[in-house]
T-cell receptor
Framework: DVKVTQSSRYLVKRTGEKVFLECVQD?????MFWYRQDPGLGLRLIYF???????EKGDIPEGYSVSREKKERFSLILESASTNQTSMYLC?????????????????FGPGTRLTVL | SQQGEEDPQALSIQEGENATMNCSYK?????LQWYRQNSGRGLVHLIL?????REKHSGRLRVTLDTSKKSSSLLITASRAADTASYFC???????????FGEGTQLTVNP
C-alpha cells in the first residue's frame, strides 16, 4: 500500500513563526507536491518537485519555500507565518507523468495538516 | 481560473439513487481523473480516463469523457450513505505530471 504521511494532523502557530510541514512517502515516487485547500477555492498547488534537490513553483508560491534533500521527503516551509496562511495543507506524490497521450500520473495524498495561524 | 470546474457545487440525494457530477475543462489534456475526499481527510484516487477513451467503469462508478466538449461526468450508481464526500476532477496538461483540480462537488447521500 502506498503511504504518504504528514508530520502533524493539526498545528497551531503564531504570526511570524517559522513553520515546517513534513511529508514522507514510501513508494519511491519521483514527484512530490504541496497543495493548500480552502473553502470555495479547491486545491491550489504551492510547490512541486520532480527529483531530489529540484523544485518548481506552483500557482501560489508566495510566502512559502520547500526542501527536498531526500527522495522520500518533501518539506514545506512558511518563513514567517501569517494569518492568511491558515489552511488545510495536503501533500501528494506520484510517479513521473509521461509527456504523451495516455500518460498516467495518479497522485497519492497524505491525510492533510490543518494549520491555524493566530 | 481553474482548469477543471465541477458542477453542481453541492448535491443531496437519497440512498439508492444515482448521483451525477460534471466537470468541464479548458485546455487539451492527457487524461482526466476523479478523486474523492472524506471530510477533513486527504484525497483518494477513484478512476482515470485517458483522452482517447470515451467511457470507463469501475464498480459502481461510470466516467465519461467528451473531448470535443471538454467535459466529463462521474456517475455513482445505487448510492450509499458512505458515498457522502467531496468529489474532484483533475486534469493534466500535455506537458507533464502536474494536475489541476477543480473546486469539487459536495455529495450528501441521505440514509
Amino acid at each position: 500500500d502506498v503511504k504518504v504521511t504528514q508530520s502533524s494532523r493539526y498545528l497551531v502557530k503564531r504570526t511570524g513563526e517559522k513553520v515546517f510541514l513534513e511529508c514522507v512517502q514510501d513508494m519511491d515516487h519521483e514527484n512530490m507536491f504541496w497543495y493548500r485547500q480552502d473553502p470555495g477555492l479547491g486545491l491550489r498547488l504551492i510547490y512541486f518537485s520532480y527529483d531530489v534537490k529540484m523544485k518548481e513553483k506552483g500557482d501560489i508560491p508566495e510566502g512559502y519555500s520547500v526542501s527536498r534533500e531526500k527522495k522520500e521527503r518533501f518539506s514545506l516551509i512558511l518563513e514567517s507565518a501569517s494569518t492568511n496562511q491558515t489552511s488545510m495543507y495536503l501533500c501528494a506524490s506520484s510517479f513521473p507523468g509521461l509527456a504523451q497521450p495516455g500518460g498516467y500520473n495518479e497522485q497519492f495524498f497524505g491525510p492533510g495538516t490543518r494549520l491555524t495561524v493566530l | 481560473s481553474q482548469q477543471g470546474e465541477e458542477d453542481p457545487q453541492a448535491l443531496s440525494i437519497q440512498e439508492g439513487e444515482n448521483a451525477t457530477m460534471n466537470c468541464s475543462y479548458k485546455t487539451s489534456i492527457n487524461n482526466l481523473q476523479w478523486y474523492r475526499q472524506n471530510s477533513g481527510r486527504g484525497l483518494v484516487h477513484l478512476i482515470l480516463i485517458r483522452s482517447n477513451e470515451r467511457e470507463k467503469h469501475s464498480g459502481r462508478l461510470r466516467v465519461t469523457l467528451d473531448t470535443s466538449k471538454k467535459s466529463s461526468s462521474l456517475l455513482i450508481t445505487a448510492s450509499r450513505a458512505a458515498d457522502t464526500a467531496s468529489y474532484f476532477c483533475a486534469t493534466d496538461r500535455a506537458s507533464g505530471s502536474r494536475l489541476t483540480f477543480g473546486e469539487g462537488t459536495q455529495l450528501t447521500v441521505n440514509p
